[in-house]
């Protein structure tokens, strides 16, 4: 049971927008910033957002993060086949002392 | 380009210890804005935050793993360590090394390819 929470899955078509979410708590989300991870079979995951909102060099900015109380929202628009991969939140949890993830979304392009 | 590379045994026995080692090539791990952690992922599972460490020598552990867990790093040689005690199946994961960016641990941009480490006798 993962401290954060995301749907297991998510789907949209070629093109069009799509957003995960990313539920938590004021111990973790609500208080504290929150990353987002993109990862493909076999590989490391890939950091898309850091910060709440903030894109490292070399993401494209069809990739883009909210955050709103103690949900965070994970956008991607213009969505291309090679988006699919499993998508991940995570941030610091105060009460936890302790950096924690979501089980994890995995998006399927139609 | 920064580069991380984790080395270690792939196969460790029950109630034995878990060493691997990450490698920083590329950029100084003595950088003062970065700290840097081990996240480990079970196989089919999602991502696990284990800790991470300053190059100073300040760490921060995941109190699930309580004491089980030793973080440390040598300037000199680029690297920092992780150490895990008295293992068991649960244990049983991809290990990743990387840096941090910014001070929240779970922003990591850099990430090694990871290891996988079985606990089996």
């Known amino acids: 049971q993962s401290v954060l929470t995301q749907p297991p899955s998510v789907s949209a078509a070629p093109g069009q927008k799509v957003t995960i979410s990313c539920s938590g708590s004021s111990s973790n989300i609500g208080n504290n910033y929150v990353s987002w991870y993109q990862q493909f079979p076999g590989t490391a995951p890939k950091l898309l957002i850091y910060?709440?909102?903030k894109r490292p060099s070399g993401i494209p900015d069809r990739f883009s993060g909210s955050k709103s109380g103690t949900s965070a929202t994970l956008g991607i628009t213009g969505l291309q086949t090679g988006d699919e991969a499993d998508y991940y939140c995570g941030a610091w949890d105060s009460s936890l002392s302790a950096g924690v993830f979501g089980g994890g979304t995995k998006l399927t392009v139609l | 380009q920064l580069q991380l590379q984790e080395s270690g045994p792939g196969l460790v026995k029950p109630s034995e210890t878990l060493s691997l080692t990450c490698t920083v090539s590329?950029?100084?791990?003595?950088?003062?804005?970065?700290?840097w952690g081990w996240i480990r992922q079970p196989p089919g599972k999602g991502l696990e935050w284990i800790g991470s460490i300053y190059y100073s020598g300040t760490t921060d552990y995941n109190p699930s793993l309580g004491s089980r867990v030793t973080i440390s790093v040598d300037t000199s040689k680029n690297q920092f360590s992780l150490k895990l005690y008295s293992v068991t199946a649960a244990d049983t994961a991809v290990y990743y090394c990387a840096r941090t960016v910014g001070t929240d641990p779970t922003s990591n941009d850099y990430w090694g390819q990871g290891t996988l480490v079985t606990v089996s006798s």
């Open positions: 910060d709440n909102n």
């Open positions: 590329g950029g100084s791990i003595s950088s003062s804005i970065n700290y």
